[in-house]
């Protein structure tokens, strides 16, 4: 009798044990079943009404570390384009890495065209120029397929890695790009060009361009020319 009653206990405390991890797994990879479903919900819905003919949902999991449930997304034309669309059911907030991505891929698009043009006319090798382009694409507009639109406007921040004897022969420099750039079929709201001074490098010599600004001469370039010095932390 008593024999019997054991083993009745430890399989019982066998089965409690198990169904506790079991529910452990469950949670960790779907967190709680309503919230999970709320979730399913509202990322499906985010989806239809944004991207219904270009996103297809394949799975959501819940990340513990992020406190949200994150929908793994493909382009429906092509599945090498993959990102996510996260969930927070504590603020129900709705995370677009998809269109992050999407400006991502046309700013590294833009950074290897721009390398290649600039340094084709300006005779600066493309190593020594680093670029940082960005734009502000509208919501809903692109896939992260689609090339960059030169409609976009593209703010710009050049530096170059070469020691220039002085402010002049860095304008002379920044010159050839600025005329390259305003050639080509881009559209600029601020180009920003520096290179950091051969005798300090708390200094560098600068040049910003606005929108509207007209560059005709070199002159012209030498009026916005400055030595800027950088703050140190």
């Known amino acids: 009798m008593g024999n019997s009653v054991s083993?009745?206990?430890?399989?019982?405390?066998?089965?409690i044990t198990v169904l506790f991890f079991a529910v452990m797994m469950y949670t960790s990879s779907y967190g709680n079943p309503a919230e999970y479903f709320k979730a399913k919900a509202e990322i499906t819905k985010y989806i239809d009404q944004n991207y219904k003919d270009v996103l297809h949902l394949e799975g959501i999991s819940y990340s513990s570390k992020m406190q949200g449930y994150i929908g793994r997304v493909t382009e429906k034309g092509d599945s090498r384009y993959k990102s996510y669309i996260t969930y927070?059911?504590?603020?129900?907030?709705?995370?677009?890495?998809?269109?992050?991505?999407?400006?991502?891929?046309?700013?590294?698009?833009?950074r290897v065209a721009i390398a290649t043009l600039v340094s084709a006319s300006s005779g600066i090798p493309a190593e020594k120029l680093h670029l940082n382009p960005q734009i502000e694409i509208p919501p809903f507009k692109y896939k992260m397929s689609d090339k960059y639109n030169p409609a976009e406007p593209?703010?710009?921040?050049?530096?170059?890695?070469?020691?220039?004897?002085?402010?002049?022969?860095f304008t002379r420099a920044a010159y050839s790009i600025i005329k390259s750039l305003h050639?080509?079929?881009l559209s600029f709201t601020k180009i920003e060009l520096y290179s950091f001074t051969p005798e300090d490098g708390d200094k560098s010599y600068h040049?910003?361009?606005?929108?509207?600004?007209?560059?005709?001469?070199?002159?012209?370039?030498?009026?916005?020319?400055?030595?800027?010095?950088?703050?140190?932390?």
């Open 88 to 110: 927070y059911g504590n603020t129900g907030h709705i995370e677009d890495d998809y269109h992050f991505r999407t400006k991502g891929s046309m700013e590294d698009h833009l």
């Open 154 to 169: 593209i703010r710009l921040d050049v530096s170059i890695a070469e020691k220039y004897a002085s402010l002049d022969d």
């Open 7 to 15: 083993k009745k206990l430890l399989w019982g405390g066998s089965a």
């Open 207 to 233: 040049i910003i361009v606005n929108e509207g600004e007209k560059i005709s001469s070199l002159e012209d370039v030498k009026k916005l020319a400055y030595v800027k010095a950088w703050e140190k932390k």
């Open 183 to 185: 050639g080509s079929n």
